[in-house]
């Protein structure tokens, strides 16, 4: 069965430096890969998605970068957090109807 | 584009109420739809979907929901809710576009 690892579960960083989350996804090849932002109260906000290695596609012009190095593996980094860098980070792959499965998420506190 | 509207950002029900969570979506066709539940600090889990066919789906842990093509709706139901129902639910459709589009979520309370 296909599973999602995400990691770190939370992350404490102070303003100004770097980020590098990471998302693997078992038991499928060439899945949709996504990353999501949600902040408390709004929903989930779509950063980057992925088709396929080293595709690439932005939602909102922002402060990160997402890469995929790998067919299973899709990374979210910045060189240089802000405060607005707060929130709660899930990654998701979906399947070929739009049934995405979720990781547990990353809590940012950007201090 | 496709878009999907949760009116209700939190809704209170007492235990062992019935309870309906509305969606609205916007889209051409007919999309893919999808629930989803949310405990705190934890991912989503898919609860139930629509893709074609009978248009009142069951899902995981006693929900259901209900496609209405007439009012672009896909409303959640459950007949008796339980505490640990407690938690974050989304809406979600999916068009054709590989990307999923989320509702802003509706926040469930309940009173024992």
């Known amino acids: 069965s296909q599973t999602i690892h995400q990691w770190p579960a939370t992350l404490v960083q102070p303003v100004g430096s770097p980020l590098s989350l990471e998302c693997t996804v078992e038991g499928t090849s060439n899945p949709n890969l996504y990353w999501y932002r949600q902040a408390a109260g709004r929903g989930l906000q779509l950063l980057f998605y992925?088709?396929?290695?080293?595709?690439i596609s932005s939602e909102v012009p922002q402060n990160l970068s997402a890469s995929r190095p790998q067919d299973r593996q899709f990374i979210l980094s910045s060189k240089k957090l802000l405060l607005s860098d707060s929130g709660f980070y899930l990654c998701?792959?979906?399947?070929?109807?739009?049934?995405?499965?979720f990781g547990q998420g990353t809590r940012l506190t950007v201090v | 584009a496709q878009s999907v509207t949760q009116p209700d950002i939190h809704i209170t029900v007492s235990e062992g109420a019935s309870l309906e969570l509305r969606c609205n979506y916007s889209y051409g066709a007919t999309p893919y739809l999808f629930w989803y539940v949310q405990s705190p600090g934890q991912g989503l889990q898919l609860l139930l979907k629509?893709?074609?066919?009978?248009?009142l789906v069951q899902g995981i842990k006693g929900f259901e929901a209900e496609f209405k093509r007439s009012q672009s709706s896909f409303n959640l139901r459950k007949p008796s809710v339980h505490w640990s129902d407690a938690a974050e639910y989304f809406c979600?459709?999916?068009?054709?576009?590989?990307?999923?589009?989320f509702g802003r979520g509706t926040s469930l309370i309940v009173h024992p």
């Open positions: 979600a459709v999916e068009g054709g576009s590989y990307i999923p589009t």
């Open positions: 998701a792959w979906a399947s070929g109807q739009g049934e995405a499965f």
């Open positions: 629509y893709f074609s066919g009978d248009t």
């Open positions: 992925s088709v396929g290695i080293g595709q």
